[in-house]
């Protein structure tokens, strides 16, 4: 699906391009009314809801790559498939998303510091008493690549998370039985938590 990973890309670019635009002229507004306060507020709205927009595009082209990939159909097709699915489980989207963030950003967090240590550990000739006196430059390089590796490889862990998720939710809405009672128990509990929390913050 080439094409389909072409398509999504380029709503994304399109976003992007009207906000590097939009911003481009609010340089301009700004510097030709540095004292209108609504004309910066007017600006500040907009900029705001074109964030938003490109925040949700981004996470309709990740689920309907999802959809795509399972049933083999259109980019529109999956992006409505997948916005109507994740709409009737929004409590279960609510529930499951922080979790995991957490997840993931433990992931990358252990993958950063494990790089910058064992390339601390290796300057120091394995001497581990011998670490805090490392090069803090070669340190800082050390976590800067282990960043950009732990985000790279804990992406696939977020996007498989996404996968099982549509496919529980799938598979409860079809009935075929194959989601495990274990699985299923958890998505309980944490769909039970979400809506206590709700219940109690209206209370």
Known sequence: HLGTAAFGSLIIAIVEMIRIIFNYFCTQLKAANQDNKLVQFMMCCVNCCLACLERFINFLNRNAYIQVAIHSVSFCTGAKDAFQLLLRNCLRVAAITP??????????????????????????????????????????????????????????????IDTIFQCYCMDEEWGSGHTSEEFKGFMVKQEQGKADLIANNDI
Do not use: W
């Not at 976590?143 to 977020?158: D, N, P």
């Open 99 to 160: 979790l995991s963030s957490i997840f993931v950003f433990l992931g990358t967090a252990m993958i950063t510091v494990a790089t910058a240590f064992l390339g601390a550990l290796f300057m120091t000739n394995f001497k581990v008493t011998a670490v805090a006196n490392a090069d803090p430059f070669v340190v800082l390089v050390m976590i800067l690549i282990g960043f950009t590796v732990g985000s790279a490889f804990m992406s696939v862990y977020s996007m498989t």
